[in-house]
DNA sequence: AATCATGTAACATCATATGTATCGTGACAA
DNA sequence: TTGTCACGATACATATGATGTTACATGATT
């Protein structure tokens, strides 16, 4: 499958939303991201319900900021998206019995464990506010 | 996707064949790991053509060991699989030009990158030898 | 009332590991 | 020599999950 691109599209959209007055319409974003309005809607949709957004409609209507960004980690946001699946490799259980394959699996797993939590912790550690330090440039809005 | 698990299974299947006497084939793996025995050649051709593994057609053939199982770490069996691809998130590159895009991306591919640093020295520092040791005990080798 | 923008459902697309069927090839044995 | 065994390889099907797309409903603003 390909790489699940939810956080860094969310952060890209989150940092430009800091740096834009109003709310930005799905479309716009879309535009932005070089996809579609609707995907723009679904993956927000965990952005808001954790209250890091809100979208507004009718005329003027779209998606503002509603947190502050000092209090959101980059951690938050992927959580928010519903990544959890940050792995492509695991173990398989076709004998639960086997003295080998559970051998296995808890050395492989005990890697994969020690390594998300190194990644949950610099995630964790990262703000959208120092995140968005750096720079205040805007990049174009059309792909 | 379903998890990648090459490596979990081949791991399982290399400590087998090191208490196994004789030839070990297709089918009897595939047995044992719940699956096909196509799917076993398929995932064994890597482990073969790096040298850990040797096949043997016809009468009394099948998969033997050919290396020294204290010379091969875990990421050498995950590297022979074909398993590259560790992580299941990622970015996406809409807009190179963007500032705040490479911020955002640098940011994510940092931490992936750490995690994944650690990941891959757990694995190079254990041994199949090491692995294998510590159980001496056969499971059976119906599914 | 018309328009704008989100909310949602339904379906298509794409990538990749896995499952399955089939045939070819080489090795061993009767 | 011939039959059987086991790997080698190809082709295709399946499952999963992110993403892309279309269509329609709902609510807000003008």
Redesign the pocket.
């Known amino acids: ?6 956080l860094s ?1 969310m952060l890209h959209v989150l940092l430009h939303m800091a740096n834009h007055d109003g ?7 879309a535009r932005m ?13 965990g952005l ?1 319900d954790a209250g890091y957004v809100r ?9 503002v900021i509603a947190a502050d960004l000092e209090m959101v980690s980059l951690l938050d946001v992927h959580r928010a ?5 940050i792995f ?1 490799i695991g173990s ?1 259980h076709s004998n639960p019995d086997c003295a080998v394959e559970k051998a296995v699996n808890a050395a492989v797993e005990d890697a994969l464990q020690h390594a998300e939590a190194l990644l949950i912790a610099r995630l964790g550690a990262v703000s959208l506010a120092e995140l968005a330090q750096g720079f205040k440039v805007h990049c174009g809005q059309a792909d």
Chains 1, 2 share one sequence.
């Open positions: 499958m390909r790489n699940d691109s939810r599209r709310p930005m319409t799905s479309e716009t974003i991201l070089g996809t579609n309005a609707v995907v723009v809607r679904r993956t927000m949709a808001r979208s507004e409609k009718g005329h003027g209507g779209g998606w998206v519903g990544g959890p699946r492509a398989e």
